[in-house]
């Protein structure tokens, strides 16, 4: 069980194509090595595992790894990049997880296999070049040259465009893995898309994860059971509402807004409290990796250490250290939006859950445990049309702060929203 495709929860057909693409990617290395130049397809029968005839098997130097937020998209890029560096000898067990290769891609420090992680708003058009040219360069102990692009859809424009560029005509030994949440064209632009072959994943159950939380995590298993039911299918957020009390309050201040929002006197100082406790988290957050980063800095600098001298840094170095700061702040900022964003996600899927009980659909709820508290309460009480315009509210709310505005103002407008909508005397 050390294979690192075991860890693709629930995603077993897709950890089938990707293992038979790596062996595919195998034969195709072999013969670049023994001096090819033609096309990039290997038939099928000279890919041991692969039944002939099985065409998914041919090798691709693009791909698109979507799902939604949680679905583990970053995480099945990092196996199969693992899976094409693999050094196991048996072909049949790529990904082995137990080679030099397979540790260290899964570990994130193996020389050939880059991660792009867009840390403020978006990834600025000279770091993608940079990328490019160093994608462009021979792998050195590995089979490939990888780069992995998580979140590519906050590249900006230009910075696609570079990408594509390299997409187009790719170097014979070089492999992009793009990650985004969808193949809708605010996501990834249609021309990047068409050059990449596509790996749709699903979210997991919510019976996949509670054994991932129990087996892998060791957790309680009736805090499991808890977590994966209202997680939105999200292990990772699932993880921390199991064990951080602090995500679990938040999601309590979120979810609370529904009923405090009908009430005038309740509304703004609920929705106050969720932008500060949203700022508080996100402060948290960032704090414990800028420090880290600043440390690393300042040592990389020359300015670590006690010894006698060692304080003063050299020459250029306030230039190293302001622009740092300067991406932390733009990290920070991102990190809060992202924090109030799950908030208003949770909030959108209690409106959902009303609507699915005031309309009798057989619907799993996302917030089981509110059922009999919040859902069926507003549902006995607001008609879909309202519980409608209440779900439109949040997602403008969401629409809002995509598009820069201060978050106070955005959630404001839209309790007054909900308020209208809840209070609307619907006629007869
Ligand atoms: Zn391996």
């Given at each position: 069980m050390t294979n690192v495709f075991d860890r693709l929860t629930g995603q077993e057909a897709i950890a089938d194509d990707l293992r038979a693409a790596a062996r595919a990617a195998r034969v195709l290395a072999h013969r670049l090595d023994a001096g090819a130049t033609d096309g990039l397809f290997v038939p099928d029968?000279?890919?041991?595992g692969v039944d002939a005839g099985?065409?998914?098997a041919s090798m691709t130097h693009s791909w698109l790894f979507t799902g939604p937020p949680g679905s583990g998209r970053s995480v099945a890029a990092t196996c199969f990049a693992a899976a094409l560096q693999c050094q196991s000898p048996d072909s049949s067990n790529v990904g082995c997880g137990e080679c030099r290769a397979c540790v260290t891609v899964m570990a994130k420090t193996h020389a050939d296999v880059r991660h792009v992680v867009p840390e403020g708003l978006s990834l600025a058009v000279g770091a993608m070049r940079d990328i490019v040219q160093a994608a462009a360069r021979r792998p050195g102990t590995g089979r490939w040259q990888i780069v992995i692009v998580e979140d590519?859809?906050?590249?900006t424009e230009q910075a696609a465009n570079a990408l594509l560029k390299v997409v187009e005509e790719?170097?014979?030994r070089t492999v992009f893995l793009l990650c985004a949440p969808s193949v809708d064209p605010e996501d990834i632009s249609v021309t990047l898309r068409s050059r990449c072959r596509h790996v749709a994943l699903v979210s997991p159950s919510p019976a996949d994860i509670e054994r991932v939380l129990i087996e892998?995590?060791?957790?309680?298993p009736e805090q499991a059971h808890w977590a994966a039911s209202v997680c939105g299918g999200h292990i990772g957020r699932a993880r921390r509402l199991a064990t951080d009390p602090d995500a679990r309050s938040q999601r309590e201040k979120a979810l609370s807004l529904a009923r405090a929002a009908s009430r005038d006197s309740t509304a703004y100082a609920a929705a106050e409290e969720l932008v500060r406790s949203a700022e508080a988290a996100a402060k948290a957050i960032s704090a414990e990796l800028d420090e880290a980063e600043t440390e690393e800095m300042k040592t990389a600098l020359?300015?670590?250490?006690?010894?006698?001298?060692?304080a003063r840094m050299p020459r250029g170095s306030a230039g190293a250290l302001k622009e740092l700061e300067k991406r932390q702040k733009s990290r920070a900022t991102r990190v809060g939006r992202d924090v109030l964003d799950r908030a208003l996600v949770d909030l959108a899927a209690l409106f959902r859950d009303a609507l699915v009980v005031g309309v009798g659909a057989k619907v799993t709820a996302m917030h089981p445990d509110k059922s009999d508290d919040i859902s069926i309460p507003l549902a006995g009480y607001a008609r879909p049309e309202q519980l409608l315009s209440c779900v439109e509210a949040v997602l403008d709310c969401r629409e809002a702060l995509d598009m820069n505005v201060k978050p106070k103002f955005a959630v404001d407008d839209m309790v007054a929203r909900i308020g209208l909508a809840l209070k609307r005397k619907v006629d007869a």
């Open positions: 029968d000279e890919i041991p099985w065409s998914r590519a859809d906050r590249l790719p170097p014979p892998r995590d060791g957790l309680d020359g300015a670590g250490g006690t010894g006698k001298g060692t």
